[in-house]
């Protein structure tokens, strides 16, 4: 009886790990899929209209507070542009 309720436990927890790691590994392909696709993607860039001629920018950082419009020349500031 004790013998056989030990059993089912050790069954249980058996298979509570079982499901864990295949949590994780899902997780990890996850992480993984996202690593590789933000590796491999050849180039980010990011698109917006220009706040004065809504004409179409696109840069490929973001790492300026301010720049000026290929096309009339205004000058915004990143915080007047809405990235599409
Ligand atoms: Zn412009």
Request: proline fraction near 1%; hydrophobic fraction near 30%.
């Amino acid at each position: 009886m004790n013998k056989k309720k030990k059993n089912n436990e050790q069954g249980n927890t058996q298979k509570t790990k079982k499901q864990k790691k295949w949590q994780d590994y899902f997780q990890w392909q996850e992480i993984r899929l996202q690593v590789s696709s933000m590796i491999y993607q050849k180039r980010t860039t990011f698109k917006f209209d220009c706040p004065d001629c809504s004409l179409e920018l696109e840069v490929t950082h973001l790492m300026w507070s301010a720049l000026e419009c290929l096309h009339c020349k205004a000058e915004f500031e990143k915080e007047d542009v809405i990235l599409k």
